[in-house]
Structures are given as structure tokens and as C-alpha cells.
């Protein structure tokens, strides 16, 4: 037999035959379907607690609702990976609350506020995909919060585990002078449809949605499985171009566009015929190679789209253009106009942490200067739209006063960290108050630099917060101190760019935490002396 056919019969593909689990996840999702476990959470393991939950419920099927356990306080990052899962688990969780497009009215903020005040310590940080991520959930608190969050339309379904996670789209949708087009109705659409939907609650693994008509690029389309992005074709119709198999973590790759037009009113079906290509073809084997950005890469767009049309569609799509280049900032921090006549003013919670009391207070504002209504971004900020020209000023200095700036530094604009050791059980280093640190110490230090920069902190190899496309990437992993101690650290990645490269692993280029500061001041001093006109980190 040849190799091909021998590697294709180990890739667990449902659609080539190979139903049988081939791992114990895929044996999980088999013996039930991840959606089940609401059922469990409400009627049993909210009232019986923490210890009543099965042990393939906690670690496997309650990710369909958002939940993960948390880390245990105070394991040290040279235990990740050596100890069984039930000493990392906390007996408390983390909620992650899907946000899709990132848009929120002044009453879905007041219950993501009062929740984080009432039931989970104050927490909730603003992730790179929208959502809003809360700690210190007790289980006998999930039923509450979930009737509070479905009061407002809002939910933690499918947030998590193998599914279609959040749709993320463009927080000025519907807003923006410059738009191609408002996505807002088709994420609407997509959402109503297919999400809770048994057809695509087992997946080969998490499957990461964005449709946007924003000319920054800032749902950056190039490392989602599957997006749509705005264009307009040779005749002047407004639709979509379809990437797909973008993704990070090992293995980094980048989308790659079908080269079709999809209309506004066709985009649900082709996204649904995307999605069933994974379900049916993607890798189940090895958890490893089972996102479709694998199935992409050996497949290449072309025979992606002949099995799109021909085995899911049934109808061929005509070809379309790309989308134009993105800008070199792609959020929408500061004060900018609408296309109503009102501006909408982006500000800065430092790599996105904020807390229950400053999302009330986020709220008032928002309707005291605006409309009400909220925006989260892609890149860990916020937006309050709906403002006056008149009040931008005083709403910016409101703002100011309690640290969410409208005009920030390049360091609180650009640097992104993930949740890291503080509460993540796969992390290695402390992020998010290391990251703080770095931003407060570099606007010390350099309090002239302006030029595009982002630094992207992760607490271990993985690339929740995206270092492989960051120009200094940090990469959290113990090493070895003057002393010859092993000590948090990061090795550096450096030069990545959204959609053109990948940051380069420098070999020896590592640095202990504590000379964190020092190591990234000297790199941008280093680049801001030696860099022509125009020139990035990446080029
Ligand atoms: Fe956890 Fe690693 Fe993801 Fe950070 S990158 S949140 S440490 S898994």
C-alpha cells in the first residue's frame, strides 16, 4: 500500500470510514455529547458540588459550557505537566461568556458587571476573541449565572471544547465610516442556526469563526479556521472572501483565501459546509494535527473548494476578489467618527484585565455619553460607541480616571498576554501582572516611543496570546539564572506579523523575568536606533 493511503487511513476520518475513537477524547464525545452536560450541572453537580462531578464531565465535557477548572493557588511552574490533573484542579472555575461580534448593550454589561461582583471575586478579563472571562466560579453558583446571562440574551454555550466557538466580528459593525460591509445580520445568522446545534457539537477539535467587513483587519481573519471577510467583486456587489485554516500553537499557519464570492445571503451555507468539512474530514487521530488548518495544508485551497461546492454546496461559487491590505494598526483605539454624524472612542485596559466595579462603571459612562452600547476587540480593548463630537473630551478624561486610556502608549495599545500561571494549569510563568509591570516600566522609560510595536506574553507554548505573530513574542518557560537556578523566563520570538510572518525563535535569545524590562528596553532601543522610515520589526 502506498504511504498516502497508510498515513489517510490513521488520520480518523469519519467521512473516509474511521467512526471508531481513536483517542480518549474522540471515545468521550462518543459516549456523549458534550451539549448533555447542562442537564448534569443544573439538576445534579450544582446541588451535590464539586465532588459529585464526573471526572469526564470536569476535564472534558464542561468545556462545551465554558467552564475549566482552574488552577490550584500556588503550584509553581516547574510542576506544569509533571503532576496528575487532580492536583492542578482547583475546586473552582474559569467561565468564559462568548461575545459574539463583541457587541454588548448597557444591560448585558450590567449583568456581566453584577456577575463578576457577585459571583466570581471581582474578575473578568476581556480576551483576544471578545469573550469575557471570569475566575472563582463556584458550581453551585452556574445555574444563577446562566439564567442571569440568558436574561440578556447572552450565554457561555459552546464558549469552550470542540466546537464552534465564538463568531468574532468588527466592535464598529454597522458603525464605521469605511466599512465594506455590516456582518453583523450574517454572524446573527450563523449564531441562530448552528450554534447548540447537535449537528457540530463534536468536532475534531475547536473551530474559531470571524466575519467582518472592517477595512483594519481587525478580527484577523489570517489565523481563524474559517473567515469571511468583506470585498467587492468587478461589478460592484458587496460580499465575502472565504479564508480558510488559519491557526497558531504548534505548527503555525495562515488561512488561505478559496478565492470565491460569497454573497451576504449565502454566507451561512458556506460556513456550514466548512464546518462539516471538518467534522467529516478533519483529522480525529492525533489531538495535535485534528485543527483544519491541517486538512488545508495538505489538501490546498483548490481541492478545498471542489469538495466545498461540489460535495456540501452543491452549486459552484464564482471567483472574488481579496480583501485590500490591513492597516498597520488593526484596533480601534482613540476618537473616530461614525458614519452617523457621532464618534466612537476605543480605550485601553491594560492586556485586558478590568474587574466587575470598572465594567459598571465602563457601563454608566456608556450611557451617560452615548447610547449604551459597548464594543470588546480582538486585541483585548473596548469601545463605547454612540458619542457626540461634543463629549468625546470629557468622556476620554473620565475614562482616564480610572486608567482605561483613550490615547495610550504603543506598550498599553499593543501588548496582549494571556491568563498565564495565575489561574491557567498549563501555564509555566506569570503573564498578566508581568505584562502590566512591562507596560508601566516601558512608559517610564520610553516615553517618546510611537511606532507600531506589539509584544505578546504567553505563559507557556501554546499561543493563546498569539507570540508567533507578535514583533517581540514572549514565550514563558523556566530557565537557567546567573546562579545557575532555574527561574521563570521566556525565550524570544521576534518579527511576527499578522498574515506575512511568523516570529523567529532566536536561538539563546532567552531572558529570566526579573530582567524581563531590561531585555525588551534594550531591543526597542536597539530597533528604534537602528530602524529607516517605515520599517517594523518584521521587515
Ligand atoms: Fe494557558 Fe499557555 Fe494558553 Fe497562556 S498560552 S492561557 S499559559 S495554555
Not at 481513536?22 to 465532588?51: C, M, P, Q, T, W
Not at 469526564?56 to 505537566?81: H, M, N, S, V
Request: glycine fraction near 10%; include cysteine; aromatic fraction near 8%.
Amino acid at each position: 500500500m502506498p504511504p498516502a493511503t497508510k498515513r489517510k487511513r490513521g488520520e480518523g476520518q469519519w467521512a473516509l470510514g474511521y467512526r471508531e475513537p481513536l483517542n480518549k477524547n474522540e471515545e468521550n464525545k462518543k459516549n456523549d455529547d458534550g451539549l448533555n452536560v447542562r442537564r448534569r450541572i443544573v439538576d445534579v453537580y450544582s446541588k451535590a458540588g464539586f465532588d459529585s462531578i464526573d471526572p469526564a464531565d470536569l476535564r472534558g465535557r464542561f468545556r462545551w459550557f465554558g467552564l475549566y477548572t482552574q488552577r490550584k493557588p500556588g503550584i509553581d511552574g516547574g510542576k506544569t505537566g509533571s503532576l496528575p490533573d487532580e492536583e492542578l484542579d482547583d475546586r473552582y472555575f474559569m467561565l468564559r461568556v462568548r461575545i459574539d461580534g463583541g457587541q454588548l448593550s448597557a444591560e448585558q454589561l450590567q449583568v456581566i458587571a453584577d456577575i463578576s461582583t457577585k459571583y466570581a471575586r471581582g474578575t473578568a478579563d476581556i480576551t483576544d476573541r471578545q469573550n469575557v472571562q471570569y475566575h472563582w466560579i463556584a458550581i453551585e453558583d452556574v445555574p444563577a449565572i446562566w439564567d442571569a446571562l440568558e436574561s440578556v440574551g447572552l450565554s457561555t454555550m459552546e464558549a469552550c471544547g470542540d466546537t464552534p466557538r465564538v463568531i468574532i466580528g468588527c466592535p464598529l459593525a454597522g458603525i464605521a465610516a469605511d466599512e465594506v460591509i455590516d456582518a453583523t445580520p450574517q454572524i446573527r445568522e450563523v449564531h441562530e442556526r448552528y450554534i447548540g446545534s447537535p449537528e457540530f457539537s463534536n468536532l475534531p477539535r475547536k473551530f474559531k469563526s470571524a466575519m467582518s467587513g472592517c477595512t483594519a483587519h481587525c478580527t484577523v481573519h489570517e489565523i481563524n479556521d474559517v473567515a469571511f471577510v468583506g470585498v467587492v467583486n468587478d461589478e460592484g456587489e458587496v460580499g465575502y472572501q472565504a479564508f480558510v485554516g488559519g491557526g497558531l500553537s504548534t505548527n503555525p499557519m495562515f488561512a488561505k483565501s478559496l478565492g470565491v464570492f460569497v454573497k451576504p445571503e449565502q454566507a451561512h451555507e458556506v460556513w456550514k459546509g466548512i464546518i462539516s468539512i471538518f467534522r467529516d474530514y478533519g483529522y480525529r487521530r492525533l489531538r495535535h494535527r485534528a485543527r483544519i488548518k491541517f486538512l488545508m495544508n495538505d489538501w490546498g485551497a483548490e481541492k478545498f473548494r471542489e469538495v466545498l461546492e461540489k460535495e456540501y454546496l452543491g452549486y459552484a461559487l464564482p471567483d472574488g476578489p481579496e480583501p485590500a491590505a490591513p492597516l498597520p494598526r488593526r484596533d480601534h483605539v482613540g476618537v473616530h467618527p461614525q458614519k452617523d454624524g457621532n464618534f466612537y472612542v476605543g480605550f485601553a485596559p491594560r492586556v485586558g484585565r478590568v474587574n466587575g466595579e470598572l465594567l459598571r462603571v465602563i457601563g454608566d459612562l456608556a450611557q451617560r455619553y452615548g447610547s449604551g452600547r459597548v464594543r470588546t476587540t480582538a486585541e483585548q480593548k473596548m469601545v463605547i460607541l454612540d458619542v457626540p463630537e461634543a463629549n468625546t473630551g470629557e468622556l476620554a478624561a473620565e475614562l482616564a480616571k480610572h486608567d482605561l486610556q483613550v490615547h495610550p502608549s504603543t506598550f498599553r495599545r499593543q501588548t496582549m498576554a494571556c491568563t498565564g500561571i495565575e489561574y491557567c494549569k498549563l501555564a509555566i510563568v506569570e503573564t498578566k501582572q508581568r505584562a502590566m509591570d512591562l507596560i508601566d516600566e516601558l512608559e517610564k522609560r520610553l516615553p517618546d516611543f510611537e511606532q507600531p510595536l506589539t509584544i505578546n506574553v504567553n505563559g507557556c507554548p501554546n499561543a493563546c496570546a498569539r507570540i508567533q505573530v507578535a514583533d517581540i513574542g514572549l514565550k514563558g518557560q523556566l530557565v537557567v539564572d546567573e546562579n545557575g537556578d532555574q527561574v521563570e523566563g521566556f525565550q524570544i520570538h521576534l518579527g511576527g506579523q499578522v498574515g506575512a510572518s511568523f516570529g523567529k525563535k532566536v536561538r539563546g535569545l532567552k531572558t529570566t523575568s526579573a530582567g524581563l524590562t531590561d531585555y525588551v528596553e534594550r531591543l526597542v532601543r536597539n530597533f528604534d536606533a537602528q530602524r529607516t522610515e517605515g520599517e517594523t520589526f518584521a521587515a
